[in-house]
């Protein structure tokens, strides 16, 4: 821990050299957004092109920085650039200034990597698309909004980004708004995010209340003073942040309804930007997680909770989008276990959120190929034996499902397996809930992802009649076989070289040694086994069976499964009808009640000034009396008071 | 000679004017009574006056009487105005500004 916070609050050094460009990468992105949103029409005609070229130029600044960083010391990898004073308040001040260190780093070359090839693949996908100019504007703000959002050196910086994510995404989910299904999906996603957001606030005004301060650096060298019950109380809040961006336990009904939009939305929601956000919160808040171990227990269950409930879910779906987006549920719940475990987590957490970032953004974008093929259905019960007519779809595809099962070799093997090693380090219950949730988990992933897979590539052809599939054009495959490739091979080059623990030591801190509860070859077998279980199982219900095109009734989970497990009805009898009935019931009081009262009383007076009008008759002699009436009674006054 | 018996003049051409504007229809009787309660007052306060022995009732007599001059040249034209229109110059009979 003592490691931890030294790392943390050191002084990053000022930026100078290449790293005066940091802004850049902010700036690229965000220019290209109001490039097209405030140019309107004009820029119809090249919008995508810019749209797609400017995280390009944000992704060659990044890895520019990136080599520079490589060239320094591990020491002094960490360097902020101020950019501007934002509230200059007395003795509270908020400079807005951006942290480049290997960490944020990490999140910036994915974000920009992975988001320039999503942007690519858009250009073919949106092709038809009236409004793809627009469509170009709101991913880049996304793009902006999230590397403001890991850049930041401030908590009140992040939030900025922060809500600019929950923003940009509220509009690409409600991307086609004539739908009202869509716009609903876009609502909940934002309403659902901001119940985290107001965890977040909260943290923040904890922070400043407790430390006067909202900077990392001086967040993090205060947090040694905080009181545990304190401390305890900014990590919970921080969580519930996290939970709602990330789609946790029990914020995650908006991630399933998300899949409304376009598929590189959901693309880059789920593997570049918006539910890595809480990973990388509670990896960046590490210190004062450190010195609350309940709020880091709490983030234990909520991912091991979330990893198993995704991976449920994510059995019964049908539609090959709210598979994935349950998937993705499942392996954030997996990154968030790592996160709660501390220092011996943290690396693989983002080890893991780097590997899923590429084959879950080849998974979604494989699918989009699919849909772009398919006529937009989605519907994998209507799929089925489009390997032989979508080659490349079905290799990259292919790719992304070995390495998110964690076929031995392949990215998420290295990283999914250390998560699961890492759950099982410790003494007493923990390491036996845990790590078996995760290992349960792994076993189940290899289930539903191979269901995926054989139902959409392998097996009869169940096409309705008026399909004819097709493979994409070049600019979508191109960006397939990119992150396939990622997919394949960067977990061999980040994993058992140990780069990127050598890399994010000085954020993360270095992990005592600690001994598992079970050796460690019996866990990468363990996991192995699960892993042929749970695909043999899909193999022999989805590809030696034949695959009903209507859905079975099923058994009451795969029922309770279909439906989210009732998440969504538990959320609208607990929250939304209490809601609508008081807010009724406010109406109703501020009708009857308040306006009421207002009325009334003016229709008091008004009803009296109309009697009291009747006075004016017209008559001059009437009012000369009432003149004559007043004087006498004027003198008459004046007499009494004299006597 | 009692002072006293002026004032008691001045209430009492006060109260025939009072009572003449409170009671006629005629616009110009009307008229005619509020002059003579100005001049009912102009009376009190020159009797003051001299009772008091100095000159402050005098003058303000003056004033009234301009004051009044003034009114009677707007308050004739008015009732001139009303009879051209109306035909007739009775107080009752413009009623017209009211609720």
Same mark, same amino acid.
């Given at each position: 821990?003592? !490691?931890?916070?030294?790392?943390?609050?050191?002084?990053?050094?000022?930026?100078?050299?290449?790293?005066?460009?940091?802004?850049?990468?902010? *700036?690229?992105?965000?220019?290209?957004?109001?490039?097209?949103?405030?140019?309107?029409?004009? !820029?119809?005609? +090249?919008?995508?092109?810019?749209?797609?070229?400017? /995280?390009?130029?944000?992704?060659?600044?990044?890895?520019?920085?990136?080599?520079?960083?490589?060239?320094?010391?591990?020491?002094?990898?960490?360097?902020?650039?101020?950019?501007?004073?934002?509230?200059?308040?007395?003795?509270?001040?908020?400079?807005?200034?951006?942290?480049?260190?290997?960490?944020?780093?990490? +999140?910036?070359?994915?974000?920009?990597?992975?988001?320039?090839?999503?942007?690519?693949?858009?250009?073919?996908?949106?092709?038809?698309?009236?409004?793809?100019?627009?469509?170009?504007?709101?991913?880049?703000?996304?793009?902006? *909004?999230?590397?403001?959002?890991?850049?930041?050196?401030?908590?009140?910086?992040?939030?900025?980004?922060?809500?600019?994510?929950?923003?940009?995404?509220?509009?690409?989910?409600?991307?086609?708004?004539?739908?009202?299904?869509?716009?609903?999906?876009?609502?909940?996603?934002?309403?659902?995010?901001?119940?985290? #957001?107001?965890?977040?606030?909260?943290?923040?005004?904890?922070?400043?209340?407790?430390?006067?301060?909202?900077?990392?650096?001086?967040?993090?060298?205060?947090?040694?003073?905080?009181?545990?019950?304190?401390?305890?109380?900014?990590?919970?809040?921080?969580?519930?942040?996290?939970?709602?961006?990330?789609?946790?336990? /029990?914020?995650?009904?908006?991630?399933?309804?998300?899949?409304?939009?376009?598929?590189?939305?959901?693309?880059?929601?789920?593997?570049? %930007?918006?539910?890595?956000?809480?990973?990388?919160?509670?990896?960046?808040?590490?210190?004062? +997680?450190?010195?609350?171990?309940?709020?880091?227990?709490?983030?234990?269950?909520?991912?091991?909770?979330?990893?198993?409930?995704?991976?449920?879910?994510?059995?019964?779906?049908? #539609?090959?989008?709210?598979?994935?987006?349950?998937?993705?549920?499942?392996?954030?719940?997996?990154?968030?276990?790592?996160?709660?475990?501390?220092?011996?987590?943290?690396?693989?957490?983002?080890?893991?959120?780097?590997?899923?970032?590429?084959?879950?953004?080849?998974?979604?974008?494989?699918?989009?190929?699919?849909?772009?093929?398919?006529?937009?259905?989605?519907?994998?019960?209507?799929?089925?034996?489009?390997?032989?007519?979508?080659?490349?779809?079905?290799?990259?595809?292919?790719?992304?499902?070995?390495?998110?099962?964690?076929?031995?070799?392949?990215?998420?093997?290295?990283?999914?397996?250390?998560?699961?090693?890492?759950?099982?380090?410790?003494?007493?219950?923990?390491?036996?809930?845990?790590?078996?949730?995760?290992?349960?988990?792994?076993?189940? =992933?290899?289930?539903?992802? =191979?269901?995926?897979?054989?139902? =959409?590539?392998?097996?009869?052809?169940?096409?309705?009649? #008026?399909?004819?599939?097709?493979?994409?054009?070049?600019?979508?495959?191109?960006?397939?076989?990119?992150?396939?490739?990622?997919?394949? +091979?960067?977990?061999?080059?980040?994993?058992?070289?140990?780069?990127?623990?050598?890399?994010?030591?000085?954020?993360?801190?270095?992990?005592?040694?600690?001994?598992?509860?079970?050796?460690?070859?019996?866990?990468?077998?363990?996991?192995?086994?699960?892993?042929?279980?749970?695909?043999?199982?899909?193999?022999?219900?989805?590809?030696?069976?034949?695959?009903?095109?209507?859905?079975?009734?099923?058994?009451?989970? !795969?029922?309770?499964?279909?439906?989210?497990?009732?998440?969504?009805?538990?959320?609208?009898?607990?929250?939304?009808? /209490?809601?609508?009935?008081? %807010?009724?019931?406010?109406?109703?009081?501020?009708?009857?009640?308040? #306006?009421?009262?207002?009325?009334?009383?003016?229709?008091?007076?008004?009803? =009296?000034?109309?009697?009291?009008?009747?006075?004016?008759?017209?008559?001059?002699?009437?009012?000369?009396?009432?003149?004559?009436?007043?004087?006498?009674?004027?003198?008459?006054?004046?007499?009494?008071?004299?006597? | 000679?009692?002072?006293?018996?002026?004032?008691?003049?001045?209430?009492? &051409?006060?109260?025939?004017?009072?009572?003449?504007?409170?009671?006629?229809?005629?616009?110009?009787?009307?008229?005619?009574?509020?002059? &003579?309660?100005?001049?009912?007052?102009?009376?009190?306060?020159?009797?003051?006056?001299?009772?008091?022995?100095?000159?402050?009732?005098?003058?303000?007599?003056?004033?009234?009487?301009? $004051?009044?001059?003034?009114?009677?040249?707007?308050?004739?034209?008015?009732?001139?105005?009303?009879?051209?229109?109306?035909?007739?110059?009775? $107080?009752?009979?413009?009623?017209?500004?009211?609720?």
């Amino acid at each position: 821990m003592g !490691t931890l916070l030294a790392a943390q609050s050191h002084q990053a050094a000022g930026a100078s050299g290449v790293f005066s460009l940091t802004w850049l990468l902010v *700036a690229l992105p965000m220019l290209g957004a109001a490039v097209l949103l405030l140019g309107g029409r004009r !820029t119809d005609r +090249f919008g995508h092109l810019l749209g797609a070229a400017l /995280p390009g130029a944000a992704f060659v600044v990044g890895v520019i920085e990136f080599i520079a960083l490589l060239g320094r010391d591990g020491s002094d990898r960490a360097l902020s650039q101020h950019l501007f004073s934002w509230v200059p308040a007395g003795g509270f001040q908020v400079d807005v200034g951006l942290l480049v260190d290997p960490l944020s780093m990490c +999140f910036v070359l994915l974000i920009t990597g992975v988001g320039t090839l999503i942007h690519v693949y858009s250009i073919g996908y949106m092709e038809h698309d009236p409004d793809r100019r627009r469509f170009f504007g709101y991913l880049n703000l996304f793009v902006a *909004a999230m590397l403001l959002l890991v850049l930041a050196d401030s908590y009140l910086t992040l939030y900025v980004g922060w809500e600019g994510v929950g923003l940009a995404s509220y509009l690409l989910i409600g991307f086609w708004s004539y739908n009202p299904a869509y716009a609903a999906a876009a609502k909940k996603a934002f309403v659902a995010n901001r119940v985290g #957001d107001f965890g977040l606030s909260v943290a923040i005004m904890i922070m400043f209340a407790q430390l006067g301060t909202v900077s990392f650096q001086g967040v993090f060298a205060g947090a040694g003073h905080l009181s545990e019950g304190v401390a305890t109380a900014m990590g919970l809040m921080l969580l519930l942040g996290a939970c709602g961006k990330s789609a946790q336990f /029990p914020l995650q009904s908006w991630l399933g309804d998300a899949m409304a939009g376009p598929t590189p939305v959901s693309a880059l929601i789920h593997a570049a %930007t918006m539910v890595t956000a809480g990973v990388y919160l509670v990896v960046r808040s590490a210190p004062i +997680f450190e010195l609350a171990p309940n709020a880091q227990l709490v983030v234990v269950i909520v991912g091991a909770v979330t990893l198993i409930f995704g991976a449920i879910v994510g059995c019964a779906k049908d #539609d090959i989008k709210k598979a994935l987006a349950a998937s993705t549920m499942s392996q954030i719940g997996y990154m968030m276990l790592a996160a709660g475990l501390g220092p011996v987590g943290y690396v693989f957490a983002i080890f893991h959120l780097l590997t899923h970032g590429f084959f879950k953004a080849g998974l979604f974008l494989g699918a989009g190929s699919v849909m772009h093929g398919m006529n937009d259905q989605v519907d994998m019960r209507r799929f089925g034996g489009l390997a032989t007519v979508m080659k490349v779809t079905w290799i990259t595809f292919g790719l992304g499902w070995l390495a998110i099962i964690g076929f031995p070799g392949l990215s998420g093997f290295w990283s999914k397996d250390k998560i699961i090693e890492a759950a099982f380090v410790g003494d007493g219950w923990r390491p036996w809930v845990f790590g078996l949730a995760a290992l349960i988990g792994a076993g189940v =992933t290899a289930f539903y992802m =191979t269901r995926v897979f054989l139902l =959409t590539f392998h097996g009869k052809r169940r096409w309705s009649e #008026d399909v004819h599939p097709h493979e994409s054009p070049l600019v979508m495959t191109v960006p397939l076989m990119i992150l396939a490739v990622g997919s394949a +091979f960067l977990g061999l080059l980040l994993g058992p070289t140990g780069a990127l623990k050598t890399w994010l030591e000085p954020v993360t801190g270095v992990p005592g040694d600690e001994s598992t509860a079970l050796p460690l070859w019996s866990l990468t077998v363990l996991t192995v086994v699960l892993v042929v279980a749970g695909a043999g199982l899909a193999w022999s219900m989805y590809l030696r069976e034949e695959v009903p095109v209507t859905a079975p009734r099923g058994s009451w989970l !795969t029922r309770a499964a279909r439906v989210d497990l009732y998440q969504d009805a538990l959320n609208e009898s607990l929250l939304m009808r /209490p809601g609508q009935y008081l %807010t009724r019931s406010l109406v109703y009081a501020d009708n009857r009640g308040i #306006d009421g009262a207002v009325n009334g009383l003016a229709a008091l007076i008004g009803g =009296t000034s109309g009697r009291f009008r009747r006075l004016q008759t017209g008559f001059v002699r009437s009012y000369a009396l009432s003149m004559f009436g007043g004087a006498a009674l004027v003198v008459g006054a004046m007499l009494l008071v004299r006597l | 000679m009692n002072p006293m018996n002026y004032v008691y003049l001045s209430s009492f &051409l006060f109260a025939i004017g009072a009572a003449g504007v409170l009671l006629r229809r005629n616009a110009i009787v009307v008229f005619m009574c509020v002059e &003579l309660m100005l001049n009912a007052c102009n009376l009190a306060f020159v009797t003051f006056a001299r009772m008091q022995g100095n000159l402050d009732g005098q003058v303000i007599a003056f004033f009234v009487m301009v $004051v009044a001059a003034a009114e009677v040249v707007v308050g004739l034209s008015i009732i001139v105005v009303i009879f051209r229109t109306r035909r007739s110059a009775s $107080v009752d009979g413009a009623n017209l500004l009211k609720y």
